[in-house]
């Protein structure tokens, strides 16, 4: 038994070992199965957030989509035909036609038809630049696919990968910004593109939009400029040398280098053939036309492109519908440009051709305008409009003194922002005061300079003195500061900005909502000549302002109207409040600061205020017969003190008023039904008994008193 011993144990110790050795596997085992385990739990996470995070981001995709980007593309291709000019019409006094303007750029274009474009051309432009084009629905997604990637893993901004569709979308509405959203945009409006048109159609319209370099627009003008052909007589080679070009003109133009287009060139021509749209031997043939200098680049004879100086009416016009076009159709600059000087459309314009005239023959002579008594270094500038205040029609445009030289030059009545001076007294203090019934034309006020206001400490002074208890019909004739000041203390100046913002139109800032701006017309960017006579309006309208507008109907060249430009109102005072202060008005245009504007007596009644800025900068006419409004502006292009006896603005004013309205029957302004009550005295008034009540005249005298100052009173 004792020798059996040691084998024993050693059988056990095996034995134990074994048991270990299995205990050891099976935890292993189960380690292993708990660890893949995990990892397919993981797995079936990780699939099941990105699933979810897939499925959030097309839900968030789609509403930003859906809500947030404009994929509407509210023009028809058929508008881009740009074979036909865009014309202005003026109407005569018996309701004929005149033509104004026909508008015209100098780009070269020439539209072709389908048929007369050779197939080389065609194919030529798919094989280098759309290869699926016949197959596509608008979008190439493996090309689009591949752009973005390139653009997200190599932090590219170059999205690349349009089609032919989607580059025609660019080129009639030039958005070619480099965004994401552009290019979904693009994404969207190509399908849908594709939906309303054939191949053929895309085609055409490309290959008669694209630009081809040197001024050249179209296949028509590219044959033209570089091989002097008409297009049905290129070559093989001609044709894939033009659509080479479309790459980058300033690149690959042949007037840039004949060697970098001959190169693409044969590339193309390579292109052609492995897709099929050539032969073997058409393409040897090609290639050898392009090595051995046979491609005969030639410049054309193109007609040299005289252009048409504009009218500032017709460049005004011009501004206004390519504006209503972008708001309206939703069109960037450039593409409502392009509509609109090559979609043959018919422009009726608001322009009175003898008022027009008599403005011209103002200001075209610099010889004859008003002479400083202190010379300049600059010459005197001005600007006006006429408008018919009733119906909002701009009769005429005096954009500047001199010659006109060039086109779309400065015009100081629709670009130039100056300050206003007292001429916004009218509109900006008294008119409204009276429309609240805050002031009547006889309500006493104290114009002197110890008065406080209630919300502000600021405190404006007169240039001409102070003449104590006066009434506001006195107050408004002289243009006395204090006095605006304390009528805009009652009236809040918040009120005073609302009335020129909320109902005249006004494009004022923040900064102007306040004391001195609008009591005294110094805004910070100022106004323009069109916005005054444009507010000017309300007062011979009782009190309805009628916007300014220089066309009234657009239509294309099938007759479909495109822009319809009716009457837009805006009621600002009263019937009432507004003929009190067309009496106040004719009272300052008759014996006030405007008495020289003073057409005489049994002429038209005249009205209107005058404005004068800091130091002798700007000076105004803003007013009115029965029939027109006029605002006036004077002053420097680089402001700066004006020495003149009187005002220059209202010399200018009464040189255009006469003419115009001495053919028309004399008639008179119409009366208040009702006047305002006495709302007693305000300002800071110390006297006992309150003094009588002065009533203001109901109707203006005849002629000048000769014991009446004729003085400006001007603002300082």
Known sequence: MKEN??????????????????????????TVGDVLRLVLRLAISAVLILLCAGLLFGCIFAYYVKNTLTTDLNISLSDYSLSLSSTIWAYNPDGSLAELAVLQTDENRTWVDYEDIPPYLEHAAVAIEDKRFYEHKGVDWYRTAGAFVNMFLGMKNDFGGSTITQQLLKNVTTEDD??????????????????????????LWYLNVVYFGEGAYGVYEAADTYFGKDIQDLSLAQCASIIGITN????????????RNADRTKIILYEMYDQGYISLQEYRDAVADVDGDELHFVRGENEVYQQEIYSYYVETVISDVLSDLQNRLGLSSEAARQLLYHGGYQIYACV??????????????????????????????????????????????????????????????????RPAGSSIKPLAVYGPAM?????????????????????????????????GI???????????????????????PTVSFEYLTDRMGFNLVEADRDYAPLALGQFTNGVTVREMAQAYSTFP???????????????????????????????????????????????????????????????????????????DCDRWFCGFSPYYVLAVWTGYEMPTTMYYSGNPAAQIWRRIMAPINDPLPVIQFNDPVTRGGDTGIFGNLEITPEPTLTPAPTTVPTEIPAETPQVTVVTP
Do not use: H
């Open 541 to 615: 309208n009782d009190g309805v302002m009628t916007y300014g507008r220089t066309y009234s109907l657009v239509t294309d060249s099938n007759g479909v109207t495109v822009l319809e430009n009716n009457v837009r109102t805006s009621n600002v005072f009263n019937t009432d409040a507004a003929r009190c202060m067309t009496e106040m008005l004719e009272a300052a245009a008759w014996y006030g600061t405007g008495y020289e504007v003073y057409l005489g007596y049994g002429k038209m009644p005249v009205a209107g205020k005058t404005g004068t800025t800091s130091d």
């Open 248 to 259: 980058n003109p300033s690149l690959y133009s042949p007037f840039v280098s004949v060697k």
């Open 5 to 30: 011993s040691p084998k024993k144990k050693e059988r056990r110790a095996v034995s134990r070992r074994l048991r270990v050795a299995g205990r050891v596997g099976d935890a292993a085992v189960t």
């Open 435 to 467: 429309d609240l019934g805050l002031i009547s034309e006889s309500t006493l006020v104290n114009d002197s300079p110890n008065v406080s206001l209630r919300g502000t400490w600021w405190y404006p002074r007169n240039s001409g003195g102070y003449s």
């Open 470 to 492: 006066i009434t506001i019909w006195d107050a408004l004739v002289a243009s006395k500061n204090t006095v605006s000041a304390q009528i805009l203390d009652k009236l809040t």
């Open 352 to 417: 009175d051709q003898n008022v027009q005239a008599i403005v011209d023959s103002v200001y075209s002579d610099p010889d004859s305008m008003p002479k400083p008594y202190y010379a300049s270094t600059q010459p005197l500038q001005s600007a006006c409009i006429v408008q018919d205040p009733y119906t909002g029609e701009i009769k005429a445009i005096g954009g500047a003194i001199g010659e006109k030289t060039k086109n779309f030059n400065w015009n100081y009545a629709i670009n130039a922002r």
């Open 178 to 203: 480099v965004t994401v959203q552009r290019k979904l945009v693009e994404i969207f409006r190509a399908l849908d593109l594709e939906k309303k048109y054939t191949k053929e159609e895309i085609m």
